[in-house]
T-cell receptor, first 114, second 110 residues
Framework: DTGVSQNPRHKITKRGQNVTFRCDPI?????LYWYRQTLGQGPEFLTY????????KSRLLSDRFSAERPKGSFSTLEIQRTEQGDSAMYLC????????????FGPGTRLTVL | GDSVTQMEGPVTLSEEAFLTINCTYT??????LFWYVQYPGEGLQLLLK?????DKGSNKGFEATYRKETTSFHLEKGSVQVSDSAVYFC?????????FGTGTLLAVQP
């Protein structure tokens, strides 16, 4: 049973550039979540998918952010026109039907916007 | 809205000391409660959970009991090790998401 994987682990970009992160959930999990964690804080919910459908988005997810899960397997999170305030750890989690509350997290992608 | 409050850290202990990290919550309904642990530069690992009142979650010597009357889920361990040094997050399940506390840094000295 492989865990949740995320790529890249680290990303450094310049302000105004676009970045894309990938998440591969645990294989039998149909729910996938994205969270953002800033230094010294707990993770904050951004959005979640059930299979390929994006069912909820947080107000934190501005229109510069877009997430997809086209075939109900891996997901991508894109940030357009990055700002320094986007610097954070982006965490992906997944859960299975029947126990949707129990979420398993990946190692995260650390984004630094210069 | 739903929220989680954790004791502020850092908590500094000597090896083999007893650990308590306090966590209280505010929620409508009856959420599941979780403790996650985060080692430096890594994601969150699920440590333990409890799904209903009076349930006790346990794992790797850590325990927490779901106390509905005091809306608490305090984390305890009888004898900490240096390898337990990490940030611990308390969380509750809200509709389709987890809500986390701000985390408590635990530093265990040999």
């Amino acid at each position: 049973d492989t865990g949740v994987s995320q790529n890249p682990r680290h990303k450094i970009t310049k302000r105004g550039q676009n970045v894309t992160f990938r998440c591969d959930p645990i294989s039998e999990h149909n729910r996938l979540y994205w969270y953002r964690q800033t230094l010294g804080q707990g993770p904050e919910f951004l959005t979640y998918f059930q299979n390929e459908a994006q069912l909820e988005k947080s107000r934190l997810l501005s229109d510069r952010f877009s997430a997809e899960r086209p075939k109900g397997s891996f997901s991508t999170l894109e940030i357009q026109r990055t700002e320094q305030g986007d610097s954070a750890m982006y965490l992906c989690a997944s859960s299975r039907s029947g126990d949707t509350d129990t979420q398993y997290f990946g190692p995260g992608t650390r984004l630094t916007v210069l | 809205g739903d929220s989680v409050t954790q004791m502020e850290g850092p908590v500094t202990l000597s090896e083999e000391a007893f650990l308590t990290i306090n966590c209280t919550y505010t929620a409508t309904g009856y959420p599941s409660l979780f403790w996650y642990v985060q080692y430096p530069g890594e994601g969150l690992q699920l440590l333990l959970k409890a799904t209903k009142a009076d349930d006790k979650g346990s794992n790797k010597g850590f325990e927490a009991t779901y106390r509905k009357e005091t809306t608490s889920f305090h984390l305890e361990k009888g004898s900490v090790q240096v390898s337990d040094s990490a940030v611990y997050f308390c969380a509750l399940s809200a509709t389709n998401k987890l809500i986390f506390g701000t985390g408590t840094l635990l530093a265990v000295q040999p």
